[in-house]
C-alpha cells in the first residue's frame, strides 16, 4: 500500500505518464470539461477539495515550464496572490477566459475540485526536471 504522494491511482497514473511540454489543467467545480479529455473527479462537496489544496500536492510531483490562468482570475486579488507566491520563479500567462477555455482540447487531463471561487482555473505545461 502506498504511503504518501498522491494516492488517488488514477491521477497518479495520469501524472507519473505525463511527459515534457504535456498540459494539464486543474479546475474550479464550474468549468466545463470537453467530453474527449480525461475527467479525473476529485470534487465530493461544495468547496472540497479546495483548488490550493489540490494544486500544492501535484506541483510537489510535477516541474512545471509554464503556467496559464484566466485574466478574469484577477477579481480574486487573494487568489491571484497566492498562485504568484507559488510561480514566482517561473513563465506566467494571463489569457481571457475564453482562451483558457479554447486550450482545453489540449490537455491530457482535467483534474476538477470542488473549489467554488469563480475562475479558480490553471492550465500546468510540464517541464524536465533536469
Known amino acids: ?3 504518501g504522494g498522491i494516492l488517488h491511482p488514477e491521477l497518479n497514473y495520469m501524472i507519473a ?12 467545480a464550474g468549468l466545463p470539461i470537453p467530453q474527449q479529455v ?3 473527479d476529485l470534487a465530493y462537496a461544495p468547496g472540497l477539495p479546495p483548488f490550493l ?3 500544492d500536492v501535484i506541483l510537489k ?9 484566466a485574466m478574469e482570475l484577477s477579481e ?3 487568489l491571484t496572490k497566492e498562485l504568484e507566491k507559488r510561480f514566482r520563479d517561473t513563465r506566467c500567462s494571463s489569457i481571457t ?11 491530457r487531463f482535467i483534474v476538477r475540485t470542488g473549489e467554488h471561487i469563480p475562475f479558480s482555473n490553471i492550465i500546468i505545461s ?4 533536469f
Do not use: A, T
Open 76 to 78: 480574486n486579488p487573494g
Open 126 to 129: 510540464c517541464g524536465v526536471p
Open 53 to 55: 489544496s489540490v494544486l
Open 38 to 40: 480525461n475527467r479525473i
Open 17 to 28: 505518464s505525463l511527459g515534457h511540454l504535456d498540459y494539464f489543467c486543474i479546475s474550479d
Open 1 to 3: 500500500m502506498k504511503k
Open 61 to 69: 510531483e510535477i516541474k512545471v515550464e509554464e503556467v496559464f490562468w
Open 97 to 107: 477566459h475564453e482562451e483558457f477555455k479554447g486550450m482545453l482540447n489540449q490537455m
